[in-house]
Protein backbone atom coordinates (compact mmCIF):
# COMPACT_ATOMS: atom_id res chain seq x y z
CA UNK A 1 0.00 0.00 0.00
CA UNK A 2 1.23 3.70 -1.13
CA UNK A 3 1.80 5.80 1.81
CA UNK A 4 2.61 9.27 1.10
CA UNK A 5 4.08 12.10 3.38
CA UNK A 6 4.11 15.62 2.53
CA UNK A 7 6.78 18.20 4.00
CA UNK A 8 7.87 21.73 3.64
CA UNK A 9 4.71 23.28 4.43
CA UNK A 10 5.27 26.82 6.70
CA UNK A 11 4.94 30.03 7.06
CA UNK A 12 5.71 32.81 4.18
CA UNK A 13 4.91 36.49 3.71
CA UNK A 14 2.86 37.33 0.37
CA UNK A 15 4.90 37.61 -2.67
CA UNK A 16 7.35 34.64 -1.14
CA UNK A 17 7.92 31.07 -1.75
CA UNK A 18 7.61 27.77 -0.84
CA UNK A 19 8.85 24.04 -2.11
CA UNK A 20 6.61 21.56 -0.78
CA UNK A 21 7.82 17.45 -1.00
CA UNK A 22 6.05 14.63 -1.11
CA UNK A 23 7.77 11.49 -0.62
CA UNK A 24 6.42 7.90 -1.95
CA UNK A 25 7.12 4.79 0.21
CA UNK A 26 5.94 1.44 -0.41
CA UNK A 27 4.74 2.07 -3.80
CA UNK A 28 7.26 4.03 -6.35
CA UNK A 29 4.89 6.85 -7.75
CA UNK A 30 5.87 5.55 -11.10
CA UNK A 31 3.47 5.26 -13.62
CA UNK A 32 0.76 6.82 -11.55
CA UNK A 33 -0.50 10.05 -12.25
CA UNK A 34 -0.13 12.67 -8.92
CA UNK A 35 -1.85 15.69 -7.74
CA UNK A 36 -1.56 18.62 -5.30
CA UNK A 37 -5.25 19.51 -3.44
CA UNK A 38 -5.41 21.90 -0.85
CA UNK A 39 -8.21 22.46 1.96
CA UNK A 40 -8.84 26.38 3.03
CA UNK A 41 -9.59 27.17 6.62
CA UNK A 42 -13.21 26.97 7.08
CA UNK A 43 -13.71 25.08 3.84
CA UNK A 44 -15.47 21.22 3.91
CA UNK A 45 -13.53 20.21 1.11
CA UNK A 46 -10.10 19.88 -0.80
CA UNK A 47 -9.90 21.77 -3.81
CA UNK A 48 -7.70 21.18 -7.13
CA UNK A 49 -4.58 22.81 -7.25
CA UNK A 50 -2.30 20.57 -9.96
CA UNK A 51 -1.73 17.49 -11.52
CA UNK A 52 0.89 16.06 -13.37
CA UNK A 53 1.01 12.81 -15.29
CA UNK A 54 2.77 9.18 -14.25
CA UNK A 55 5.40 10.18 -17.02
CA UNK A 56 5.95 13.41 -16.10
CA UNK A 57 5.17 15.09 -19.50
CA UNK A 58 1.87 16.84 -18.59
CA UNK A 59 0.50 18.98 -16.44
CA UNK A 60 -2.19 20.80 -15.51
CA UNK A 61 -3.55 23.44 -13.01
CA UNK A 62 -6.16 25.45 -11.69
CA UNK A 63 -6.63 28.62 -12.72
CA UNK A 64 -6.48 30.18 -9.30
CA UNK A 65 -2.63 29.40 -9.47
CA UNK A 66 -1.52 29.01 -13.41
CA UNK A 67 1.76 30.43 -13.61
CA UNK A 68 2.59 30.78 -9.93
CA UNK A 69 2.98 27.15 -9.19
CA UNK A 70 4.70 24.65 -10.75
CA UNK A 71 4.38 20.83 -10.22
CA UNK A 72 6.70 18.17 -10.57
CA UNK A 73 8.37 15.02 -10.07
CA UNK A 74 11.00 13.30 -10.09
CA UNK A 75 10.65 9.14 -10.32
CA UNK A 76 13.82 8.27 -9.46
CA UNK A 77 14.02 9.89 -6.09
CA UNK A 78 9.77 8.61 -5.64
CA UNK A 79 9.25 12.54 -4.61
CA UNK A 80 6.45 14.87 -6.01
CA UNK A 81 6.85 18.85 -5.70
CA UNK A 82 5.27 21.98 -6.03
CA UNK A 83 6.72 25.24 -6.27
CA UNK A 84 4.97 27.67 -5.03
CA UNK A 85 5.95 31.33 -6.11
CA UNK A 86 4.13 35.04 -6.08
CA UNK A 87 2.18 33.51 -3.01
CA UNK A 88 -0.82 35.39 -1.99
CA UNK A 89 -2.61 34.87 1.78
CA UNK A 90 -5.70 33.23 -0.45
CA UNK A 91 -3.16 30.60 -0.82
CA UNK A 92 -3.27 29.85 2.76
CA UNK A 93 -4.47 26.08 3.33
CA UNK A 94 -3.49 22.39 4.72
CA UNK A 95 -1.90 20.95 1.23
CA UNK A 96 -2.19 17.31 0.17
CA UNK A 97 -0.40 15.50 -2.14
CA UNK A 98 -2.54 12.16 -3.47
CA UNK A 99 -1.65 9.59 -5.93
CA UNK A 100 -4.25 8.02 -9.05
CA UNK A 101 -4.42 4.26 -10.00
CA UNK A 102 -3.99 5.11 -13.43
CA UNK A 103 -1.26 7.55 -15.37
CA UNK A 104 -3.33 9.84 -16.62
CA UNK A 105 -3.97 13.26 -14.53
CA UNK A 106 -7.04 14.36 -13.32
CA UNK A 107 -8.42 17.01 -11.59
CA UNK A 108 -11.16 15.37 -9.44
CA UNK A 109 -10.61 14.40 -6.29
CA UNK A 110 -12.40 11.51 -6.38
CA UNK A 111 -10.18 9.76 -8.64
CA UNK A 112 -7.54 9.80 -6.69
CA UNK A 113 -6.99 6.87 -4.04
CA UNK A 114 -4.31 7.56 -2.19
CA UNK A 115 -3.51 10.72 0.20
CA UNK A 116 -0.72 12.45 2.38
CA UNK A 117 -1.46 14.17 5.84
CA UNK A 118 -1.26 16.94 4.72
CA UNK A 119 1.22 20.26 5.20
CA UNK A 120 -0.03 23.29 6.64
CA UNK A 121 0.81 26.47 4.58
CA UNK A 122 -0.15 29.99 5.79
CA UNK A 123 0.67 33.02 3.93
CA UNK A 124 0.91 36.66 5.67
CA UNK A 125 -0.46 39.81 3.84
Known amino acids: QAQLVESGGGLAQAGGSLRLSCAAS????????MGWFRQPPGKDDREFVAAIRGSGGSTTYADSVKGRFTISRDNAKNTLYLQMNSLKPEDTAVYYC?????????????????WGQGTQVTVSS
Open 26 to 33: GRTLSPYA
Open 98 to 114: ARRLSSIASTARYDYVY
